[in-house]
């Protein structure tokens, strides 16, 4: 069972930038999605960012298009997200997941992800 464990996180002022990372425990094969969720206090969790690991295409809530950025590295079981241009409203807590089974899907809808990490707080300040 894959275990995924995040960090990078902490407080920036608004306009700074953050790289989030996740690590692995094991290989994820190339057949599942990998995303990044976050959830603030009182607000559902939502999908900021999701890739498909077979073909490396990408996925982004219109909330972060142009200012996000995931990437993975599969040979070190990692994925990272590059946050620039931080606003207020991205604090929450964010959390990386894998998608519940291979086979192509791939989007930002947290009930496709099966497993979680534990997440780290992203805060930012006006």
């Known amino acids: 069972e894959v275990q995924l464990m995040e960090s990078g996180g902490g407080s920036v002022q608004a306009g700074g930038s953050l790289r989030l990372s996740c690590a692995a425990s094991?290989?994820?094969?190339?057949?599942?999605?990998m995303g990044w969720f976050r959830q603030a206090p009182g607000k559902e969790r939502e999908g900021v960012a999701a890739?498909?690991?077979?073909?490396?295409?990408?996925y982004y809530v219109d909330s972060v298009k142009g200012r996000f950025t995931i990437s993975r590295d599969s040979a070190k079981n990692m994925l990272y997200l590059q946050m620039d241009s931080l606003k207020p409203e991205d604090t929450a807590l964010y959390y990386c997941?894998?998608?519940?089974?291979?086979?192509?899907?791939?989007?930002?809808?947290?009930?496709?992800?099966?497993?979680w990490g534990q997440g780290t707080q992203v805060t930012v300040s006006s």
């Open positions: 997941a894998r998608s519940s089974r291979p086979g192509g899907y791939c989007g930002l809808s947290p009930a496709d992800f099966g497993y």
């Open positions: 890739v498909y690991l077979g073909n490396g295409k990408t």
């Open positions: 094991v290989f994820i094969y190339p057949g599942y999605c």
